[in-house]
């Protein structure tokens, strides 16, 4: 009875432990541009060839029509310069990926030397960014470190603030955020990483060595 309960159950713990394959690492922005999915994937509509049907008429004698996925993002396709590789080497210099944004032009975009996590669609057959996935990097004492940001709420339970890194870091603080309200300003910009001055010149305390927020990264994805 065990071994036939063992035997129906075996491939449900085995689909549910299915991990996603995250390729990360440290690159530079090499050109980015905004697509038309519908034109990108191809997905035009099919027009009706016969508006009023007739006794006697078929499906043979019309097409229905077939609407494209109604998108909320906006969509690019970017192409990225290979620094370092820190997750699933694919052996490439330059990378090409997709990647959707509600809120306009990917954040990711605007970061110097960001880590991109990416994921393969062999279906369509191209990489894709994981959505709003990407963290800072900055050399620090020859040595790459990874900036914590309000994106790094979602991973904060997958990392070890024992193995955080002393540093000091001149950042500039986004044109919009606005330092005078204290809740927001902890949240996005925690004092325990930043020192945020009332000129807004702020400096970075702390990070994380870049291998270890990758680890919290992928775990979250895979969560």
Same mark, same amino acid.
């Given at each position: 009875m065990f071994l036939r309960l063992l035997f129906f159950i075996t491939p449900f713990m085995c689909f549910a432990?299915?991990?996603k394959t995250v390729y990360a690492f440290i690159g530079e922005l090499l050109e980015y541009k905004k697509v038309d999915y519908i034109e990108y994937y =191809?997905? *035009? *509509? *099919?027009v009706i060839s016969k508006v009023t049907l007739e006794v006697g008429d078929t499906s043979t004698y019309y097409e229905t029509i077939k609407n494209p996925p109604i998108l909320m993002d906006e969509m690019y396709l970017a192409k990225y310069k290979i620094i370092k590789w820190l $997750? =699933? =080497?694919v052996e490439k210099d330059t990378i090409e990926f997709v990647s959707f944004? $509600?809120?306009?032009i990917p954040a990711a975009f605007n970061s110097k030397t960001p880590i991109l996590y990416l994921g393969y669609n062999e279906k369509k057959g191209e990489y894709f960014q994981y959505k709003y996935q990407f963290d800072d990097a900055f050399i620090y004492k020859n040595k790459w470190v990874g900036i914590y940001n309000f994106r790094s709420n979602f991973i904060s339970e997958y990392l070890i603030d024992d193995k955080l890194i002393k540093v000091r870091i001149s950042y500039n603080l986004p044109e919009e955020f606005d330092i005078n309200n204290s809740e927001i300003r902890e949240k996005y910009f925690p004092s325990k990483f930043y020192k945020i001055k009332n000129n807004r010149k702020t400096t970075l305390i702390k990070a994380f060595d870049v291998n270890d927020l990758v680890e919290a990264r992928v775990k979250s994805i895979n969560k």
């Open positions: 432990q299915e991990s =191809n997905l *035009k *509509k *099919k $997750h =699933n =080497n944004d $509600h809120y306009g």
